[in-house]
């Protein structure tokens, strides 16, 4: 990145904080603050550190989705969606046992979680339960903010599964940018599409060769966390076993750099998780196999497949090939 590239994103960054802080104080002042919410995103961890992350916002109305909704309403429960206000600053407390930690979220109402365990985890399977409650500053007019996340520890894995989403697990027309709007637009979690088979598929790679495993599966996707509610109903409404969201800020001065944010994250799953081997499991429409097959030569004994889905032309298919013989060599 050239020097002129990073002083007009740090100057970006900077108008946009400050226009959000005045703004924040503008309805503070004139009483127009909605009341403040938490929302957890699925977390991950092992017996020895636990991570969650999560946002706060000002509640924004979004009502329950439902197989019959009509257009119109997916459409403004879209638009409260992507207009949401972030508390910037925000600090949280968070609590697992007898474990308590605090934390600020950042300029967009991000925050994160980290237990550091001082004794292994019981090797309970599942899903484990973290407490949050705001802390400052206070919610107008809706007493104490609280809410609990869920943090994944995998226990009997043979294996870990990193999967995109769009276009492999939900069809999202992800090369035409017009027609992934409109289908993310107009749509909710029950009227939104899966691929065939997609659930029978994921629910045998958690079970793995013998049925009995309980594979973790971490999905990676350059969706807004906007959206994660829709997606994360998504997977409980079409019966896709379900497992930690990664998604994408949105921020105007973050957009785009697809590749290192999602090889970012596999890096991280697969340092956190050293001692368990990796099946990906992606499309070919944008740029998963250039990034698997970077993993495969960054991680050559970590991996154990990789499913690439045909979304593209012969064109495209006939690179994807080249790219798998690399990968098998």
């Given at each position: 990145m050239t020097g002129l590239k990073r002083r007009a994103i740090s100057a970006a960054n900077a108008l946009e904080e400050r226009f959000d802080a005045v703004r924040f104080r503008f309805k503070r002042r004139f009483g127009l603050l909605d009341p403040f919410e938490i929302l957890p995103y699925r977390g991950h961890g092992t017996n020895r550190e636990l991570f969650l992350r999560g946002r706060v916002l000002e509640e924004t109305g979004i009502t329950h989705a439902?197989?019959?909704?009509?257009?119109?309403?997916?459409?403004?429960?879209?638009?409260?969606?992507?207009?949401?206000?972030?508390?910037?600053?925000?600090?949280?407390?968070?609590?697992?046992?007898?474990?308590?930690?605090?934390?600020?979220?950042?300029?967009?109402?991000?925050?994160?979680?980290?237990?550091?365990?001082?004794?292994?985890?019981?090797?309970?399977?599942?899903?484990?339960?973290?407490?949050?409650?705001?802390?400052?500053?206070?919610?107008?007019?809706?007493?104490?903010?609280?809410?609990t996340g869920h943090v994944l520890v995998p226990q009997r894995a043979d294996f870990g599964v990193i999967s995109d989403l769009d276009d492999t697990v939900?069809?999202?027309?992800?090369?035409?940018?017009?027609?992934?709007?409109?289908?993310?637009?107009?749509?909710?979690?029950?009227?939104?599409?899966?691929?065939?088979?997609?659930a029978a598929f994921y629910e045998a790679l958690q079970r793995g060769p013998e049925g009995r495993s309980i594979n973790p599966i971490f999905y990676v996707s350059s969706s807004p966390w906007n959206i994660y509610d829709v997606l994360e109903d998504f997977l409980n409404v079409h019966g896709v076993p379900p497992g930690p969201l990664f998604l994408k800020d949105w921020s105007p001065t973050v957009l785009g750099k697809h590749q290192n944010y999602k090889l970012g994250v596999i890096r991280n799953l697969l340092d956190t998780y050293g001692d368990l081997p990796f099946v990906l499991v992606g499309d070919s429409g944008e740029e998963d196999p250039e990034i698997y097959l970077q993993t495969v030569r960054e991680y050559p004994t970590r991996i154990k497949a990789v499913y690439i889905r045909d979304v593209t032309s012969a064109e495209r298919d006939a690179e994807v090939r080249k790219l798998a013989d690399e990968a098998r060599r």
């Open positions: 439902g197989q019959d909704d009509p257009t119109w309403k997916n459409v403004l429960n879209m638009a409260r969606r992507f207009a949401s206000d972030e508390v910037a600053g925000a600090r949280v407390g968070a609590s697992f046992g007898d474990l308590r930690v605090e934390t600020t979220a950042d300029a967009e109402g991000f925050f994160d979680v980290r237990f550091r365990l001082s004794e292994p985890l019981d090797g309970t399977v599942g899903w484990h339960s973290v407490e949050l409650e705001l802390l400052s500053p206070p919610s107008p007019g809706a007493g104490g903010v609280r809410s939900v069809m999202s027309s992800a090369t035409s940018v017009l027609k992934m709007a409109w289908i993310v637009l107009r749509n909710n979690a029950h009227t939104r599409l899966p691929f065939e088979g997609v």
